[in-house]
C-alpha cells in the first residue's frame, strides 16, 4: 500500500517544485529588468523635433536669401540703367556744351575778322523750347500751306499755346527770291500778317538750293530757339504731331541724334533722270548706293548737331539732293542713326490699318510722289483718316 501511495505524492512534490522554480524565474526577472532597464528617454523625441525645426529655418532662410539675392540683383540692374541713362544725359550735356563753345568762338572770330553773324536774332536771348518744325515750302505752294493749316497744324491762339505749354514751334520756312522785294516776297509778307506762321531765312528760293536751305534753316532756326530737336518736314506730308513729340521723347537723352526713315538709293549718274547725282565719281563705280541717310521728306536731328551745322556751314559740302547733304555732313562724326518706320507711312489705307493695330504713324506720304500725291485735294482725307485726333498732341508726355 505504501509502495503504491508514495508514486502520487512524489509526483505532486515535483509539480510544485517546478511552480517555485517559475515563481523564482521571474521574480529574479522582474529583478533585474527593474535595475537595468529604464524607461525610454524624451529627450530623443526632443532632439528630433528640435532637428526638424532647424532644418525647417534653414530652408526658409534659404528661400529669403534667394529672394534677397533676387532682390539685390534687381537693384543692381536698376542702379546700371540709372548710371548708363545719367552717363547718356551727361554726355549728351557735355556734347551741347562743346557745340555752343565752338560756335561762340566762331562768331567771336567772325567779328573779330570784321564779319557779321548770319542772323540778327544772335543777340537775341535765345527762346526754350523743345521742338522746332520748320515747313519747307515755297513762293507757290499757297494752297499746300493752306491745306497744312486746315488738318495737322493749330492755327491762331492755339499756335501760340502749343509753343508755350508743349514747346512745340512750328514754321513754315521759306527765303527770298532774286529779286528784291518782289511781288513774291511782299505776297509772304500778306501771308505771315494774317497767319504769323513763317521763318524767313537769309537764302534765295529756288528748287536746286534745298542743301543750302536746310543749312540755313538749322543755322537760323538754332540762333532763335533753345530746342532739343529740330525737324525739317515737306509741306506735302501729313504730321501727327503728338506721336512725333513721344518719339523724339524717347531720344531725348542721347547726344547727337539723328532720326528718320533711313535708306541707302542708288547713285543715279545718268542726266535725264530726276534726282540724278552730278557728283556720282564720288561714291565708287556706277551702281554703287549712297551712304545710310534720313529721307527728305521728313528728318529730325538734336540740338548738337544744329549747333554743328551752324558752325560749319561755310565748308559742308551740298550735293544734289538735300537728305544725303544732311547724311554726307554726319560722315565721320559720332551720331546715333534712329530708323524710325513710323516717320515714313504710306498714305490710306496704310496709316489707316496701322493706326487701328494701335501704332499711329508720325507721318505719312506717298513715295511714288515723294510727298502725297495730289497734296491739296487729298490732305483733308488723310487726315480724317490716319489723324491722330487734335486733343493727342496736349496729352503727349514730353
Known sequence: MKGKGGAPDRRSSARWRVLLLCAFCFGLGMLFTDRFWTAPDTSNHIMYQRRRQDQELQVISEDCNTKRKHGEDKDIMGEVTRTHEAIQSLDK???????????????????????????????????KAFVVIGVNTAFSSRKRRDSVRDTWMPQGEKLHQLEEQKGIVIRFTIGHSATSNSILDKAIDSEDDQHHDFLR??????????????????????????????????????????????????????????????????????????????????????????????????????KDLATYISINQPILHKYANE???????????????IDERNMCCGTPPDCEWKGQAGNVCVASFDWSCSGICKSVERMKDVHSRCGEGDSAVWSALI
Open 93 to 127: 550735356s557735355v556734347s551741347t556744351l562743346q557745340m555752343e563753345l565752338a560756335a561762340k568762338r566762331s562768331m567771336l572770330e567772325l567779328l573779330r575778322s570784321g564779319g557779321s553773324p548770319v542772323t540778327a536774332e544772335t543777340s537775341q536771348p535765345r527762346k
Open 201 to 302: 531765312l537769309d537764302h534765295v528760293e529756288g528748287y536746286h538750293e534745298l542743301s543750302a536751305k536746310t543749312k540755313i534753316f538749322f543755322s537760323t532756326a538754332i540762333d532763335i530757339w533753345d530746342a532739343d530737336f529740330f525737324v525739317k518736314v515737306d509741306d506735302d506730308v501729313h504730321v501727327n504731331l503728338g506721336m512725333l513729340a513721344t518719339t523724339l521723347a524717347r531720344h531725348k537723352s542721347k547726344p547727337r541724334t539723328y532720326i528718320g526713315c533711313m535708306k541707302s538709293g542708288p547713285v543715279l549718274a545718268d542726266k535725264n533722270v530726276k534726282y540724278n547725282e552730278p557728283e556720282y565719281w564720288k561714291f565708287g563705280e556706277e551702281g554703287n548706293k549712297y551712304f545710310r541717310h534720313a529721307t527728305g521728306q521728313i528728318y529730325a536731328i538734336s
Open 323 to 337: 537728305d544725303v547733304s544732311l547724311g554726307s555732313w554726319f560722315i565721320g562724326l559720332e551720331v546715333n542713326h
